[in-house]
T-cell receptor, first 115, second 114 residues
Framework: EAQVTQNPRYLITVTGKKLTVTCSQNMNHEYMSWYRQDPGLGLRQIYYSMNVEVTDKGDVPEGYKVSRKEKRNFPLILESPSPNQTSLYFC??????????????FGAGTRLSVL | AQKITQTQPGMFVQEKEAVTLDCTYDTSDPSYGLFWYKQPSSGEMIFLIYQGSYDQQNATEGRYSLNFQKARKSANLVISASQLGDSAMYFCAMRENTGNQFYFGTGTSLTVIP
């Protein structure tokens, strides 16, 4: 089954404790992306990657890191989480061919609470 | 300026009635794509419908249709014959041909009343 898998689904942590949210897709998609969703703000893009070793900032990259060492994986790293990073996070992927109609497929989401 | 604007934070519709969810967008790129996603209370993002800027006809997918008015830069989602399972958050999104980012609106919460 074609899917984007995020782990963990729920995470409660404390300020300053490094964490990683994993994302994996099995569709051989070139493009992967991370979003955060906050009430009243919709989804905002954190980082995206056009292919292996190619990443770029989205609208809200501060406090986050990403890496793309393999095509299927795109982990999101919070080196020193703060309470304002409490949010619902989504990973997404789509084919990298430059067609506007390429649909993005989303993972199930990771709900993060930073105390 | 906001790339995607959804002005209806919440909407109610009677079961079996049709409902229109508004979306306006802002771009100077002549080539772009518009998307609608549904987010039920379980949280996942479900793709509903796509409209390309050069598409001659309005997109339709089952009970979903897109009222695309290019000159007005609007891409409203029409849900016909609403069902209780349509109760969810709905997001409009856009991708421009010249960029790699995907822009979302703030969403509209739809409640279907029995």
């Amino acid at each position: 089954e074609a899917q984007v898998t995020q782990n963990p689904r729920y995470l409660i942590t404390v300020t300053g404790k490094k964490l990683t949210v994993t994302c994996s897709q099995n569709m051989n998609h070139e493009y992967m992306s991370w979003y955060r969703q906050d009430p009243g703000l919709g989804l905002r893009q954190i980082y995206y990657s056009m292919n292996v070793e190619v990443t770029d900032k989205g609208d809200v990259p501060e406090g986050y890191k990403v890496s793309r060492k393999e095509k299927r994986n795109f982990p999101l790293i919070l080196e020193s989480p703060s309470p304002n990073q409490t949010s619902l996070y989504f990973c997404a992927s789509r084919p990298g061919r430059d067609l506007v109609k390429n649909i993005q497929y989303f993972g199930a989401g990771t709900r993060l609470s930073v105390l | 300026a906001q790339k995607i604007t959804q002005t209806q934070p919440g909407m109610f519709v009677q079961e079996k009635e049709a409902v229109t969810l508004d979306c306006t967008y802002d771009t100077s790129d002549p080539s772009y794509g518009l998307f609608w996603y549904k987010q039920p209370s379980s949280g996942e993002m479900i793709f509903l419908i796509y409209q390309g800027s050069y598409d001659q006809q309005n997109a339709t997918e089952g009970r979903y249709s897109l009222n695309f008015q290019k000159a007005r830069k609007s891409a409203n989602l029409v849900i016909s014959a609403s069902q209780l399972g349509d109760s969810a958050m709905y997001f409009c999104a856009m991708r421009e041909n010249t960029g790699n980012q995907f822009y979302f609106g703030t969403g509209t919460s739809l409640t279907v009343i029995p």
